[in-house]
């Protein structure tokens, strides 16, 4: 752990977040360059030629740029734009980060196992601009994929590529009783994730089990910059700094979503009782335990018959844990964000914070709608910056027209837990503008289109 002017103990206590505003719509290089300035210059973070990180980043140290590249393409009828972190945010703060003298600097993130990371490279102009970074500074190492698994979906069946990356070059961690997730841990409603084998679910997450296999890129890293796009979440509700971490894990399997069953039956996947959906939930278990495309591709019909019954009922929030009762979801988010703060390389945490974690949030065009995939664009003309990323997410949600204390990743968040991430009240959190004065936070003047399932975690429905 290196240490500088930068006081890392106090990640967890400051609850000040800056605030610097672009045209609206404006990624032009130039304009966020200066807003990323103005933002850091608000938090005490430059460090004259030593760049806007020039007090955050020890001279000698490494760093891990962490933005959000969930997809290639917007599942919905959006763009990049809104789905993942702006290139212009990842190549200004990577030209910071280089002026505090880094030992190295590295670009990562795990995306969804659909995403074509290539072709999002080029869609974004990325994988240009890293080569050339990398043929004239040594210290630059690239943009590196942390996904240990890769799969699409043909006609019913998941064709994946397995173990893309080597067992050693991840760190396997065991929370056991202290995972935020020990409490809601039932044999009766086990833990899910969407079109996955349960059976590895199991293995990883169950009563006084809770594993997460971290890269070990990031481990290693002095400084983590974690760069999310501001968005809402269909399980999470928002996915802003808290919810980007999860990208540092390698494996799904690692990551449960929710619990199967509805919430009257102890679950929470979906609200009250509904027999249809536990039916559907028993065909997606058999679908996805199959050992044959046979018995593979026949769950996949009866599955999508059931799902087409569900629409006619009028059902939007399905079986995939995507409302606001979800707490799995917000439970592994949190436990994440412990590992990322405490954890050692040994994958055991420590009882003292083990790096220096910083949050640059894209909001100059945020996510709404059926986020995170198919976000649809919302212009907040933003760029966000803070040591704590519960405080960042706080205001977030706000921006995103949440009632936060509704939200349970931000609620769950200002509990009192070993490795805890936020020492501090939610009242206490305070917006700052680019001159340093006190701001109101408030959501787009049009109204904000949620998940359907959050809609009751929102100030204002549409």
Known sequence: MMTGTFDIKNSIRTPTVAAARVASGDYRQGEIHRALLESCQVLGWPDGERGCFGTVIPAGSTVVVKPNMVLHENRGIGGLVELVTNAALIIAVVE?????????????????????????????????????????????????????????????????????????EYVHYDLGTESLLEPISDPATPFRVTCYDPRLLEKTHSAGNHQYLIARQVIDADVVINLPKLKTHKKAGITNALKNLVGINGNKEYLPHHRLGGAEAGGDCYPGRDPVKRVLETVLDRQNTAGSRIVERAMSVVSENLQRLNRFRMDEIGVEGAWSGNETVARMTLDLNRILLYGMGNGSLSDEIQRIVVHVSDAVIAGQGDGPLASEPLPLALILASENATAMDWVGAQFLGYDPQKVPLLDLAFERFRWPIAEFEPGSIVLLDSDGCEMAVSASVDPVRHPAGWRTAATNVI
């Open 96 to 168: 910071e980060v280089l002026k505090a003298d880094p030992s190295q600097v590295l670009i990562g993130d795990a995306p969804i196992q659909s995403c074509e990371f290539d072709v999002l490279l080029r869609s974004t102009r990325l994988g240009n601009w890293s080569n050339e970074l990398r043929a004239r500074d040594a210290r630059f190492k690239g943009i590196a994929d942390f996904r240990r698994t890769v799969s699409t979906i043909v006609n019913g069946s998941k064709n994946a590529r397995e173990n893309l990356r080597p067992r050693e």
